[in-house]
């Protein structure tokens, strides 16, 4: 869930390492105001717009943007 996410930003001093099912690394960041982005392996940043969709496999936190990999 999205404050689980939020503490684990807040324990690694503002940004979170997230290593995807495919290898990647995407960082996590919280910013003032309440907003949850994650910076792709390309440099750009997609912001949660609907955090804590909870599904009967998981939880979908829904972004505005794209994540692509570093190469």
């Known amino acids: 869930m999205s404050g689980a996410i ?3 930003i807040k324990d690694d001093g503002g940004e979170h390492i997230i290593k995807t099912v495919g290898g990647c690394e995407f960082t996590a960041m ?3 105001g309440g ?8 440099n750009a940043i997609a912001h949660v717009t609907i955090a804590d969709v ?3 496999n998981g939880v979908i ?3 505005d943007k794209v ?4 190469s």
Do not use: A, E, R, T
């Not at 907003?35 to 390309?42: C, E, F, H, Y």
């Open 6 to 8: 939020k503490k684990m």
């Open 30 to 32: 919280y910013k003032k």
């Open 35 to 42: 907003v949850i982005s994650i910076k792709d392996g390309q």
């Open 54 to 56: 909870d599904q009967s």
């Open 61 to 63: 936190h829904v972004i």
């Open 67 to 70: 994540l692509l990999p570093k």
